[in-house]
């Protein structure tokens, strides 16, 4: 790997970052430009993760942080663990981007200020002197979102260190999600759901499922780190399929503050969604930077700590900016991927540790690798096997000995399965194709949460 930058690429990312430095320091000048100042800092750690990505990689294979990339010919070593420098950077951005959305509270809407904005919350105190309300709540969301995303970044780095058993690691990110949940039911504590109008007549217009809310808003914490470090084993679509789903909330964050009704005061959605952008515009610029080492053929590897990290991002954007049911909308390959892996998850079928494609190397193209029956399935399993491998689309392939017991199967994600319907091909198409069928799913969930949720429910929640 090349551990120095060239002259193109120092000079381009030294313009990047005095432009980016030079719209943050402008932005004193004004009103604080939070939305500005947060592309101005998604540059900024843009610049800086690929600089230490490049800088870092002969460090990172000292300390034995170095895997084989063994979808390849040559099986050469290449530094592991890079998602450790995104979340670093992408952490201290966010710390550090902290004060600019509540510059008119720090400063324009204070005493201090001169009262020279509008306030629209104060109180008069006996002195007589008007002060401007601090919004403690919203200050609460950056900072739990903060906590969760270290502790989840501990996990993943300690993934990589130690490689914990999926069955140990499974539930931490649930604990990592506390801070978030706490801040959640102190400052909204909403646990109710509305009702699609027809179901009505029997539940009700909402249905308050109390502590069920927050084992659900656990389990969003759950699954959206784990969904996108069982998709993986290919260069480059660990960060695709999250850039990607990055885009997609955007998306959806611009379209909800676009439709907002107007109003005397801002809309009660407008905060929560300018706060998943503020959270969103970092973190695609730190993974454009690890995309970009990433990629076939990669010259880094992203490691657990980036597949937590980004999960996480999610999670806590989908559940403090109040639509996890639209987040789950934008994961449907990583649903069905979850479902589909399931019986290897769960032991009814025997899992290897790495379940990625098995590389061909008299053709260069990759197949569906398989999994070793070391004792017969049961008869109902076997003959449900049979059944899925005998469908017209098969969702599996088996191999049989000459007394009919199956001997081998294809591992069940849905990079082998593409592989089952469409043949062997190179690693970068088959990414390539799991990318396009993220990004076709995902504007379909964004038709379905904005174009047909008024004919299931009243309102539109946004």
């Known amino acids: ?4 930058l060239s002259g193109t690429e120092a000079s381009s990312l030294s313009l990047l970052s005095v432009a980016c430095f030079g719209i943050v320091a402008n932005s004193f000048h004004g009103d604080g430009e939070p939305l500005v100042v947060s592309f101005a800092f998604s540059g900024i750690a843009f610049a800086f993760t690929y600089c230490l990505i490049r800088w870092l990689g002969n460090a990172f294979m000292k300390a034995g942080l170095k895997g084989r990339d063994m979808l390849k010919p040559k099986q050469v070593e290449i530094p592991e663990t890079m998602g450790a420098v995104c979340a670093v950077v992408y952490l201290f951005a966010i710390i550090v981007f902290i004060p600019f959305p509540f510059y008119k509270d720090i400063v324009a809407a204070t005493s201090g200020g001169g009262n020279r904005d509008v306030m629209m919350k104060h109180q008069e105190l006996e002195t007589g002197r008007i002060l401007h309300i601090f919004p403690h709540s919203k200050l609460a969301s950056y900072l739990s979102a903060i906590l969760s995303l ?9 993934d990589d260190l130690f490689d914990i058993r999926w069955r140990h ?7 990592a999600s506390i801070p978030m949940l706490v801040v959640y039911f102190v400052d909204f504590g909403v646990t109710n759901v509305v009702v699609p109008m027809h179901l009505e007549g029997y539940l009700g217009k909402v249905v308050d499922l109390g502590w069920l809310y927050y084992a659900y808003m656990a389990a969003i914490a759950i699954f959206c780190p784990n969904s996108i470090n ?10 695709s399929q999250s850039l990607v789903i990055s885009f ?8 909800s503050l676009h439709v907002a009704p107007s109003g005397p005061g801002p809309h009660p959605a407008t905060d929560s969604h300018l706060f998943s952008i ?26 657990d700590t980036y597949c937590y990290f980004a999960g996480m991002v999610f999670a806590i954007v989908g559940i403090l900016g109040h639509f996890s049911k639209t987040l789950l909308l934008l994961f449907i390959p990583q649903i069905i991927n979850f479902i589909y892996s399931a019986p290897q998850l769960f032991r009814l079928v025997p899992c290897p540790r790495h379940r990625l494609p098995r590389f061909h190397a008299r053709s260069g ?16 399993l076997a003959w449900i096997l049979k059944l899925l491998a005998n469908l017209p689309l098969p969702l599996i392939k088996i191999d049989t000995n000459a007394k009919g017991n199956i001997v081998e199967s294809t591992n069940l994600t849905i990079l082998n399965l593409w592989l089952v319907w469409f043949g062997p091909m190179r690693e970068d198409r088959l990414a390539t194709a799991i990318l396009a069928v993220q990004i076709l799913s995902g504007f379909l969930g964004l038709f379905v949460r904005h174009e047909l949720a008024l004919w299931v429910f009243r309102q539109d929640n946004r």
């Open 1 to 4: 790997m090349v551990t120095s």
């Open 150 to 158: 270290q502790s989840v970044v501990l996990l993943g780095i300690g």
């Open 169 to 175: 690691k499974f539930f931490i990110p649930a604990f």
């Open 230 to 239: 069982i998709l993986a084993g290919i260069n480059g679509i660990e960060v």
């Open 248 to 255: 997609l909330l955007l998306i959806n964050s611009v379209l």
């Open 278 to 303: 503020y959270l969103l515009l970092p973190f695609i610029g730190v993974s454009i930077a690890l995309w970009w080492h990433n990629w076939y053929p990669a010259k880094v590897f992203v490691g």
């Open 365 to 380: 193209l990759l197949e569906p690798s398989v999994t070793q029956w070391q004792h017969p399935p049961s008869a109902p």
